[in-house]
């Protein structure tokens, strides 16, 4: 069986280097919705993918937290959306 082609032309080729980071990753839109968690998101959290896509990110922020990381992520969409694009 040969490998799938994987090059940076590929559609698959940005999933499979989020699939394959050593680290838990989450993808959020600018309404804190979670619209991607990779493999190690779901070992690190005990959650389905298909528990977490589409629920707030607070899921999994601890309760005591959650206040003001919400502020924080408002900020940073806030401030991401000030600067020019390239």
């Not at 959290?45 to 003001?68: H, T």
């Not at 919400?70 to 806030?78: G, L, P």
Request: no cysteine; glycine share 2%.
């Amino acid at each position: 069986m040969s490998e799938p082609n994987t090059t940076p032309q590929t559609p698959d080729w940005h999933r499979q280097i989020l699939e394959t980071a050593p680290d838990a990753l989450v993808i959020v839109g600018s309404d804190e919705k979670i619209t991607y968690v990779n493999q190690q998101t779901e070992r690190l959290f005990e959650f389905s993918r298909e528990e977490l896509v589409g629920q707030s990110l607070e899921i999994l922020i601890p309760e005591r937290l959650r206040k003001n990381h919400s502020n924080h992520v408002s900020r940073y969409f806030a401030r991401i959306s000030d600067q020019p694009r390239r």
